[in-house]
T-cell receptor, first 114, second 115 residues
Framework: AQSVTQLDSQVPVFEEAPVELRCNYS??????LFWYVQYPNQGLQLLLK??????LVKGINGFEAEFNKSQTSFHLRKPSVHISDTAEYFC????????????FGKGTLLTVNP | NAGVTQTPKFRVLKTGQSMTLLCAQD?????MYWYRQDPGMGLRLIHY???????AKGEVPDGYNVSRLKKQNFLLGLESAAPSQTSVYFC??????????????FGQGTRLTVV
């Protein structure tokens, strides 16, 4: 069965600093990878997704992620964060052959301080 | 275009009471899902449906039942609520299997407290 590990439960950073949120997955077959963002008291919004092709994926709000098959990772990055990026970020995987669902990591709370 | 709509948004139940959460989507999606979100646990799949009239168990189905009588609606029922079911519930839908051309869309969530 597939699983997702988000290595940091909380990441505090200062405004305009770069940030990386780490995500590793376990699966021996093809995968589709997603990052979702949840702002306080709101639902989940798709940030970006990797389906195939280029391993560098660009998403909304200046975020990007790189798929690394050999390291089974899909880390999320932003070169300069804003206060408004404060939110919880979820990495999720859907596995080929059983891709009727998403399996989520436990989430990383990104707090951007002034 | 409303997308995925969940009703109600908040609810407080007493232990042993029953209730139904409604999820409605207007995107003609085949697949629908119910997740629960608990602090430090991420989202866990309760039940899902791959089409009208079908349902299947997810990771944490105990204590819940679901029905998909109409394509656009997916109901989640709690027959006898327990404090362990205090959680935020999210409904999601997708056109088909999640993959190349399909992503999941989420509702705004239902915050349920069982006292």
């Amino acid at each position: 069965a597939q699983s997702v590990t988000q290595l940091d439960s909380q990441v505090p950073v200062f405004e305009e600093a770069p940030v990386e949120l780490r995500c590793n997955y376990s699966s021996s077959v093809s995968v589709y990878l997603f990052w979702y963002v949840q702002y306080p008291n709101q639902g989940l919004q798709l940030l970006l997704k990797y389906l195939s092709g280029s391993t560098l994926v660009k998403g909304i709000n200046g975020f990007e992620a790189e798929f690394n098959k050999s390291q089974t990772s899909f880390h999320l990055r932003k070169p300069s964060v804003h206060i408004s990026d404060t939110a919880e970020y979820f990495c999720a995987v859907s596995v080929g052959g059983s891709n009727y669902k998403l399996t989520f990591g436990k989430g990383t709370l990104l707090t951007v301080n002034p | 275009n409303a997308g995925v709509t969940q009703t109600p948004k908040f609810r407080v139940l007493k232990t042993g009471q029953s209730m139904t959460l409604l999820c409605a989507q207007d995107m003609n999606h085949e697949y629908m899902y119910w997740y629960r979100q608990d602090p430090g646990m991420g989202l866990r799949l309760i039940h899902y449906s791959v089409g009208e009239g079908t349902t299947a168990k997810g990771e944490v189905p105990d204590g819940y039942n679901v029905s998909r009588l109409k394509k656009q609606n997916f109901l989640l029922g709690l027959e006898s609520a327990a404090p362990s079911q205090t959680s935020v519930y999210f409904c999601a839908s997708s056109y088909h299997r999640i993959g190349m051309n399909t992503e999941a869309f989420f509702g705004q969530g239902t915050r349920l407290t069982v006292v």
